[in-house]
């Protein structure tokens, strides 16, 4: 039996683990499991706000059986007692906790954190960094859909430089053999992603009649500052509205990490259309979180 320390991001998986995380999750929306995380103590840390993760992360904590503990960083007091991150994680080690869940602003945070637990750290958010949850949770709805992704065509569409979401996303669908479009402006999309083997369009109405899958994201707007673009530039370029849902193939499905902004990268429409799965994303994110806390806790089956 083989245990993972931690998921970073999505290289800390193998690809038959890929594959496992994936079963997993398929088998607990069966049939939930026994209490598979019992006498297993779970921290989440979360120093971003967050409504979607954290309530997954701690439903699938429960639903494992296991003892949850929510810290945030008004309940931290090395932050304000002189105590750095390294000793707050040795004390959290030392109290036997099994499962430490970080979010964080810090690209790398969750990883530094790692090198001083005695446990298992799960990256619930880095920076501009990496999600490798979401990431796996938008794929395995992917799969759901279409099976085999591989030359399934995919569009990530908007502020891709500045989303984790979109970088660890993009690294599982090399990985799995799709071909990725990265849809938006140059300060959003710029052209040196076509160099890993992505392509890099402007023009929104050309990619939409040629994907299987659009992936929207929100612009993170917490993460630059300025008007890089203006909100009606970005509107009628790259909003997905009726004109725009009307150029897909009949089995196009769309999807997005949360939250989404109502009127900048979708309207209404995107919400009443069949193939909006925003909502089996979320709920297969409970089930996908349970897989991967409980193959880096009781290993493979
Ligand atoms: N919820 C995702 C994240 O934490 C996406 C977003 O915030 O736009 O990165």
Same mark, same amino acid.
Request: aromatic share 6%; proline share 5%; net charge negative.
């Given at each position: 039996?083989?245990? !993972?320390?931690?998921?970073?991001?999505?290289?800390?998986?193998?690809?038959?683990?890929?594959?496992?995380? *994936?079963?997993?999750?398929?088998? *607990?929306? !069966?049939?939930?499991?026994?209490?598979?995380?019992?006498?297993?103590?779970?921290?989440?840390?979360? *120093?971003?706000?967050?409504? /979607?993760?954290?309530?997954?992360?701690?439903?699938?904590?429960?639903?494992?059986?296991?003892?949850?503990?929510?810290?945030?960083?008004?309940?931290?007091?090395?932050?304000?007692?002189?105590?750095?991150?390294?000793?707050?994680?040795?004390?959290?080690?030392?109290?036997?906790?099994?499962?430490?869940?970080? /979010?964080?602003?810090?690209?790398? *945070?969750? $990883?530094?954190?790692?090198?001083?637990?005695?446990?298992?750290?799960?990256?619930?958010?880095?920076?501009?960094?990496?999600?490798?949850?979401?990431?796996?949770l938008d794929l395995y709805t992917l799969i759901e859909q279409f099976g085999s992704l591989h030359s399934r065509s995919v569009a990530i569409v908007g502020?891709?430089?500045?989303? /984790?979401? $979109?970088?660890?996303?993009?690294?599982?669908?090399? /990985?799995?053999?799709?071909?990725?479009?990265?849809?938006?402006?140059?300060?959003?999309?710029?052209e040196h992603y076509a160099e890993s083997a992505v392509a890099v369009e402007r023009d929104l109405d050309r990619v939409l009649p040629d994907v299987d899958a659009v992936l929207l994201l929100r612009i993170q707007r917490e993460r630059f500052s300025g008007t890089p673009v203006s909100d009606e530039e970005y509107i009628a370029r790259y909003r997905l509205d009726a004109p725009r849902l009307a150029k897909l193939r009949d089995t196009a499905i769309v999807m997005h990490p949360g939250p989404y902004n109502r009127g900048i990268e979708l309207d209404e429409s995107v919400l009443r259309f069949p193939g909006w799965l925003y909502t089996r994303q979320v709920m297969h994110g409970v089930s996908v979180r349970m897989a991967v806390i409980d193959l880096l806790v009781n290993g493979s089956a």
């Open positions: 039996m083989r245990t !993972r320390r931690s998921l970073l991001d999505l290289d800390d998986l193998a690809a038959n683990e890929l594959n496992e995380v *994936f079963a997993r999750a398929a088998a *607990f929306e !069966r049939e939930r499991p026994e209490k598979r995380l019992a006498g297993v103590a779970c921290v989440n840390l979360f *120093f971003e706000p967050s409504t /979607r993760t954290f309530t997954s992360f701690n439903l699938a904590e429960l639903r494992l059986g296991g003892e949850v503990v929510n810290l945030a960083p008004k309940d931290l007091s090395y932050l304000n007692k002189g105590e750095t991150i390294e000793d707050t994680v040795i004390t959290l080690s030392a109290m036997g906790i099994g499962v430490l869940v970080v /979010r964080h602003p810090e690209e790398g *945070f969750p $990883a530094s954190v790692a090198m001083h637990f005695d446990g298992h750290v799960v990256n619930a958010g880095d920076g501009t960094h990496a999600h490798p949850t979401q990431a796996l502020d891709v430089v500045h989303s /984790r979401v $979109a970088r660890s996303l993009l690294a599982g669908l090399k /990985r799995l053999g799709a071909n990725v479009r990265l849809v938006g402006p140059e300060v959003f999309v710029p």
